[in-house]
């Protein structure tokens, strides 16, 4: 009664204080205090998740079919094609891990110079040029997305122009009869057509040149990932950022048919670290794709693949390292007009126009003597000066007078046994499929490889196109798939 | 899953499919399936006409695909063969098995690359080509127009919504062309600076471009709405 009285009494002063509970306590910010209530009883109703301690939305989830360890271009591709491959709706669970989302640091897929050309002496990379460049035509049939934006590739047909001198000739003929076979659009020019066609170029030295007249040219990359990554994410797989920092894996004894045995590996789980913290889930899987770009050398060491004595197969190693390559931007006012090709030098040096300003992108490959660091993603302005300007301006004497407005580097996952990829299963670590090593290649055939990845897993053949010259047993049998490449 | 929201969609009013897809999975596929229909609608009118070919020879199968697109073909020495506004055409140029064509007008043909391949490769004689705002033209097709190099020599690319700066650039194997309209090309960024290279590219050529007071800046009150940039999810 006296409480009621004074509760009557000091209604005021109380108000100004807040309400009091039962036992005395203050129970102020009540609002904050319902909220956090609210939150908790969504989390039990249907439909949500329901961790009881912390919230872990950020985390992968703790299963999944298939792991891609990398989400660059070659990653996103086997996505792309798993899930439009398989055999009903929402079969697969595809899970990607991507290390950097921002694709500046780690990814090669970022920097590079997105040019695409059949000319190649392997047969097989002829035919992956083919079905990328079928695919990029159509790419908004393949990439639509209700209610999102058309994807535009901005795509050069300017051709590919491959310049050779006197001693590559006969290989370039070769060649160039291999790729019209295959369907390439592909032709010979001597070197007087050369100065008829294309002016400004100084054809001293040049005793043969390929030229492709369509299906060849350029795009920009960036695009192409992000569509790639709109379209994966609207059939269903999920994109987290994080490491990939152990595997969990179980053996098991096997006998060849002649009698060997054979300890063959499976991978049950994968350890996914959150980017700057220590926090990680583990991920049940039944296959993994490592489509991790330059660090797969990495990757595959997690995995177990080359820990064993050298020349077995157990030690034989995924022999795929990150190289730095710069690409150089510059302006000259006086140099190639709008018909410019991708130009590729006897020398190595390649350059291609960009945009509508007579400004040119280039580069050059390094031989092995002159490679640079790939600890860092640091420019060496030198390199230009000294290696690619002089053989640019042999070539084109427009180009004496240029000005570089811009470097950047990115590394190339270079494979250092025969620098064409890796394509296919372990033979030891059974659930493990490869799809990198293309040594600045994987950006264009990234279609074709995507969609022969996932054949493999899903089919366990490849169907489309026979990738088998690509599997990870030619290290351990030294059977080198050799191509002479410029770029 | 979720969708990505453009800016477009939340600007401009929502349909009720696009409400209801938001809450219902089969909406949603419903959606998906309207849009592939869509997409593979165009491709049934493109399809190619290789079994004709073998019956009547290159130029007559050309002269089918353009005219049952709705465009005009002109035989050599012969008139304007035109189909009506029924879409009806007679039909004595089957017997012109020989007679090379000399002239298609294909303006506002929902031709495209697939479609490509029964126009440039049967007809070598070809000398005159109109593709003037065709929707389906774009780069690509332009790639595929260096097997005309020897016989074009006028070509008319006018209003072409997907024909870019970009394909202009391969149109430099057409070394016998005489005249080549680029005028009213939306999707190029800077025809004024577009139809410099081009003329540069082509020293023969005479070409149509863009009008000079286009590159002049608009009055204040003239100034188009700037439509952002679409976000990417």
Redesign the interface.
Known sequence: MLRKVLRIGLGSGLSNRGLRTRRGGFTLDWDAKMSEFKKKIECILPGKQWEELYDTSHLPPKQSDVVIVGGGILGLSVAFWLKKLESRRGAIRVLVVEQDHTYSRASSTGPSVGGIWQQFSVPENVQLSLFSVDFLRNINEHLAVVDAPLVDLRYNPSGCLLLASEKDAATLENNVKMQRQEGAKVCLISPEQLQNKFPWINTEGVALASYGMEDEGWFDAWSLLQGLRRKVQSMGVLLYQGEVTRFITSSGQMQTPSGEQVVLRRINEVHVKMDKSLEYQPVECAAVINAAGPWSGQVAELAGIGKGLPGTLQGTKLPVEPRKRYVHLWHCPQGPGLETPLVADISGVYFRREGLGSNYLGGYSPTEEEEPDPTNLEVDHDFFQNKVWPHLAQRVPSFKTLKVQRSWAGYYDYNTFDQNGVVGPHPLVVNMYFATGFSGHGLQHAPGIGRAVAEMVLDGQFNTIDMSPFLFTRFYLGEKLQAYNIL | ??????PD?SRKKRTLL?FL?DYFHDI?AL??YL??KQ?LKGNRKNRSFADIQEKYGPYVTGALFILKQGGAVKFQDKEWIRPNERGHFPTEFLEFRKVPVEAVDASGCAIN?QGMSNLPVPLKELRFLSLQCCPNVD??C???L?LLADSLQELSLAGCPQV???????L??LQNLRRLDISDLPAV??PG??QI??E??LPHCEVLGTDWAQGLKLEPDQQPQNTPS?V??
Request: with cysteine; net charge negative; charged share 20%.
């Open positions: 899953m979720s969708e990505p929201v453009t969609s696009q897809s949603h959606r998906e849009l592939r997409i690359y780069d690509w332009l790639s595929r260096y870019s700066e970009r394909g202009l650039a391969c430099h194997h960024s800077h600076l577009t290279l081009v540069e590219m679409p990417s999810p």
